[in-house]
């Protein structure tokens, strides 16, 4: 049994002349939460859309469970839970008739669906409303109802695209605590968003894809480490910003320097002993500086960082 649920090796996707996917590889080990981000258009949902068998690659291979997805559809789809970015409602249906509807449909007998489905409207906060109509739920509920939708065959991989899309925040925490219970059941789960933040604190590696192309993979604190080499210093002074700039470009580690009112943005490659010397050097050349410090990468930083600086295709 391979220890990845999921492989992904130089996968392609054309749309006639456009190429979508570039030659894509990454895996994702078994138990594990990754979040797949990217900006607007970047190819996101054609990847999962070929991991759920919904499309055919143009090149490569995608395989689930050490399934490929082309060779053995009907395998993987036994294997996976799939939720889609745009999904249709059956709005004439109650939340539980919409549950059996679908459990029926992956051959569950009633006697069964009776029994799992308060269990899944519980997983998923909807216990309440099982007799709503589902035309009747919010949007985040009825987010949380297609994700119970996704589960009713307990799959092994979770195929999520941008679920927490659209919803307020408090909805987006409730997302977020039901993502951690089906971790806590062993689950993997591919998760997509655009926003890098909204995922950070529920996924333990990310791949970030921008036009059709991989351009980061791994644990995240790792990636934020190889990002963080590159420090931001803010220095603020009282006087003389534009030759304190030309100063600064003289010394080394210096890559760049821009100034914003009283402060002078340096990009810098040293490490602490290398910044300590910078400001000693500043301070010995007669600079006054009121403030000297290293700027915190949050997690906007690093996504804009790796997609150098955007690029979404609006
Ligand atoms: N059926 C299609 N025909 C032609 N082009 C398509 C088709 N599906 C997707 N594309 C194009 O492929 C590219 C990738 O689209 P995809 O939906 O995978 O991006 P995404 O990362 O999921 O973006 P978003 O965050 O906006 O959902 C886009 O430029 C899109 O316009």
């Not at 909805?171 to 689950?187: D, P, Q, T, Y």
């Not at 059709?212 to 590159?230: C, D, P, R, S, T």
Request: contains cysteine; glycine residues 8%; proline residues 4%.
């Amino acid at each position: 049994m391979s220890e990845y649920m999921i492989e992904i090796n130089g996968l392609k996707k054309n749309f006639g002349t456009f190429h979508a996917l570039k030659g894509i590889d990454f895996s994702i080990k078994k138990g594990t939460v990754f979040g797949f981000v990217g900006p607007n258009g970047a190819g996101k949902s054609t990847t999962m859309s070929i991991l759920a068998t919904l499309m055919l690659p143009s090149e490569g291979t995608a395989k689930v469970d050490g399934m490929d997805v082309t060779e053995q559809p009907h395998e993987v789809r036994k294997k996976i839970g799939y939720m889609p970015d745009f999904f249709g409602v059956y709005d004439q249906l109650k939340t539980d008739e919409y549950l059996h509807f679908y459990g029926g449909s992956y051959g569950i007998p009633r006697k069964e669906r009776e029994q799992l489905i308060p269990q899944l409207l519980e997983l998923v906060n909807l216990s309440d409303k099982r007799d709503a109509y589902v035309d009747s739920l919010s949007r985040g509920m009825k987010q949380r109802l297609c994700l119970a939708r996704c589960l009713v065959h307990d799959p092994e991989l979770l195929i999520l695209d941008e679920p927490a899309s659209g919803l307020d925040p408090r909805a987006r925490i409730e997302m977020r605590e039901i993502l951690k219970e089906l971790k806590s059941m062993g689950k993997t789960i591919i998760i997509s968003s655009h926003i890098l933040p909204e995922l950070a604190e529920m996924v333990d590696e990310i791949g970030v894809i921008e036009h059709g192309e991989m351009v980061a993979v791994g644990n995240i604190n790792h990636i934020q480490q190889q990002l963080m080499a590159k420090r931001q210093l803010s220095i603020k002074t009282s006087s003389r910003q534009d030759e304190l700039k030309l100063f600064l470009n003289d010394q080394p580690h210096v890559q760049g320097v821009f100034i914003d009112g009283q402060t002078l943005e340096v990009q810098f490659s040293g490490q602490d002993v290398e910044q300590a010397a910078l400001l000693k050097a500043i301070l010995l050349a007669g600079f006054e500086v009121i403030s000297y410090q290293e700027a915190q990468t949050d997690l906007e930083d690093i996504f804009l960082a790796i997609t150098r600086g955007g690029g979404a295709e609006q």
